[in-house]
């Protein structure tokens, strides 16, 4: 489990969706964006809720492993969303461009 820093409260998270949301935050600050991202959390009782991040440039995250008895939280489908974010952060691909046309000259 990591515990998640974020405005000065510490949020319960799995290892792979802490990692996976910083990796989403690096890439969305080397490209100057901000996107809000929902995360599963563990409440100190043990319930699970939804919270969510606002993550870019200006965002001061930091995960750090914890000891706990709880189970890990896994979200692979919402780890795997988050790595091909990343992807079309860090690699952007758009359409294919159209050629140019040819210009038409006339011969005289």
């Known amino acids: 489990m990591r515990a998640i ?3 000065g409260e510490e949020f319960l998270t799995g ?4 990692d996976a949301l910083l990796a989403y935050g690096r890439a969305l600050g080397e ?11 563990r409440e100190q009782d043990g319930t699970v809720v ?17 000891s706990s008895s709880a189970p890990e939280l896994k979200d692979p489908e919402l780890v795997r ?7 079309g ?10 050629p140019p046309e040819t210009p038409e000259y006339e011969l005289g």
């Open 15 to 18: 290892d792979d969706i802490a």
């Open 50 to 66: 939804s919270a969510k991040f606002l993550i870019g440039p200006a965002s001061q995250i930091v995960a750090k492993a914890i």
């Open 89 to 98: 952060v860090e690699s952007p691909s758009g359409p294919p461009l159209d």
């Open 81 to 87: 969303h988050l790595q091909v974010l990343t992807r």
């Open 5 to 7: 820093l974020y405005g």
């Open 31 to 41: 490209d100057e964006r901000a996107e809000i991202i929902e995360i599963p959390v």
